[in-house]
């Protein structure tokens, strides 16, 4: 008898592959490309830095192939890989993404399985459009820049018809009503090549008197935040979370002015909302004439489990935390976030007392107190009262004066201390925006869920941000008993002038 005779056929070795159970074809593509449907629970630091305000992350394009070939295979293995490739959705406001997008959702057995979906929205172009061969001609320096005048006028032009025609509109709500699995909403701003190019160059000749083309953050993130509630709201959407780490003060103006009637209702539906702000001059008014905005938005949010509100580190802005959030309780927090604040002591124990039998993290980034106020006493508070909390993150937090003090002799400023001032801290700082392709977009170099103890203030890791503990999961945890910590919080070494790197991570270990 031939060898070939004992070879098992294709016909053998296919029915071998078919008979094996779901459970075990999925673990095979967890190897591939991991579960897309388990993401970061609310209450971890990882949190905010993975799910909300991390750019999303294509996957490698040889995966991205070999789920491809998977799903190839026969119906069964179709559906089976769909999740792996239409989980996440992110789509960039462009003709090429919307027409993606709409592609996307009008296969429902697609569309089903997206849980989250991440709009990448690009500077807008706006007046002196006509000026972009003058800009770019050699005598004005755009020989440096290497930039092609007529795509960059192909591009102003297309966002003109978008938003004229409401294509985009008119796809967001085909979409936000195929997504019926729909949970997470995010706002990314997204920036080109050419486009950074370009503003370095406008940057380089703002005080020239040349001509200028405006090409700008503010109407987009309007514009953006605008059509995206309509759709979520007209097509009654499921969604319960919503992340904009790079949010423009008018675009809250915007939702409030064109669908007021909405905001409660969008507001009840939310168990997580972070919010970063990165509007740089007159926040402290910005925010209080937004006042109004939040005490109806929070007042709604009855079911919120996660919050962050943050700003500028830079520039931390001057307003009671109540002009904000209005002393609101909300019965399900887990995990509550703030950045960039001057505040009085009593002001964070009076929110945190209001939580303290429900909320299991705490991160105070960037928080200054006034003078007057001690850390010692939010400390003590924390620890006495507290009664489930697991962590709490104080990176850079100071006293006022001291800020103000080690800013004094800067030309300008930074979105981290000066030198000689960071605080090497574990947590990420996100994205003032992320690079994009010609492709749908391109993502920022991986990082881990848990960071390390390098310096991340300054290092390629300050670009993300994360809401839970700090001591990295690739180190052991400390197993010493509480004793051997400070007895009371008068021990933990606060002046009522400045803290140190070093006291900030005993105090959050000491909490």
């Known amino acids: 008898m031939s060898n070939s005779s004992h070879q098992p056929t294709w016909a053998a070795k296919a029915t071998g592959i078919y008979a094996l159970s779901n459970e075990l074809l999925k673990e095979i593509l967890d190897y591939i490309e991991s579960d897309p449907e388990i993401s970061v629970s609310i209450d971890r630091r990882a949190y905010l830095s993975v799910e909300s305000f991390r750019p999303p ?19 069964r293995f179709a559906e089976l890989g769909a999740p792996y490739q239409w989980t996440r959705v992110a789509t960039r406001l462009s003709p090429a993404g919307l027409r993606r997008l709409e592609k996307i959702c009008s296969r429902s057995n697609l569309a089903k399985h997206t849980r989250k979906f991440s709009y990448l929205v690009p500077f807008f172009y706006g007046e002196g459009r006509e000026h972009v061969e003058e800009i770019l001609h050699p005598r004005n320096g755009g020989f440096r820049c290497s930039l092609d005048a007529s795509s960059i006028k192909r591009k102003a032009e297309d966002q003109r018809s978008i938003v004229e025609s409401g ?61 995206i509630g309509e759709a979520l709201m007209q097509s009654r959407s499921p969604f319960s979370r919503f992340s904009g780490p790079m949010m423009n003060a008018q675009s809250a103006m915007a939702i409030k002015e064109h669908i007021p009637q909405t905001v409660s209702l969008l507001a009840s539906r939310l168990t997580c909302l972070e919010l970063h702000f990165d509007d740089g001059l007159d926040l402290n008014e910005r925010m209080r004439e937004l ?46 976030g703030i950045q960039a604040w001057r505040l009085e002591a009593d002001e964070i124990i009076n929110l945190a007392r209001r939580h303290n039998r ?15 106020s001690h850390w010692k006493d939010v400390l003590s508070m924390l620890r006495a009262e507290m009664e489930l909390l697991d962590w709490v993150s104080l990176r850079r937090v100071d ?6 003090e080690l800013w004094a002799d800067s030309m300008e400023v930074a979105d981290d201390p000066p030198a000689g001032a960071s605080d090497s801290d574990d947590e990420y700082d996100f994205p003032t925006h992320i690079s994009a392709s010609d492709g749908e977009f391109e993502s920022d170099e991986d990082d881990s869920d848990w960071p390390s103890d390098a310096d991340t203030d300054h290092g390629p890791e300050a670009n993300e941000l994360a809401l839970s503990p700090d001591t990295p999961i690739s180190l052991p945890f400390c197993t010493c008993s509480r004793s051997s910590y400070p007895a009371s919080a008068d021990d933990l070494g606060d002046n009522g002038l400045s803290v140190l790197h070093h006291q900030r991570k005993l105090w959050e270990k000491w909490v």
């Open 399 to 404: 006293y006022s004066n001291h800020f103000d």
């Open 167 to 227: 294509e985009d509109v008119r796809i967001l709500r085909k979409a936000m009503a195929a997504f019926t699995s729909l949970q997470h909403v995010q706002i990314l701003r997204v920036q080109d090549e050419t486009d950074g190019r370009l503003l370095d160059l406008l940057h380089e000749r703002e005080h020239s008197g040349a001509p200028l083309v405006e090409l700008k953050w503010t109407p987009a993130c309007v514009h953006a935040t605008r059509t």
């Open 358 to 372: 429900t909320l299991r993290g705490l991160r105070l980034r960037d928080v200054l107190l006034k003078e007057g």
């Open 291 to 336: 006042s109004d905005v939040f005490r109806i938005v929070f007042s709604a949010a009855t079911n919120l489990q996660a919050l962050h509100i943050g700003f500028p580190s830079r520039l931390p802005i001057n307003l009671r935390l109540e002009e904000i959030f209005h002393n609101v309780q909300w019965e399900k927090l887990r995990a509550f």
């Open 57 to 75: 992350s294509p996957p490698l394009p040889s995966r991205a192939q070999d789920i491809g070939n998977f799903r190839l295979v026969c119906s």
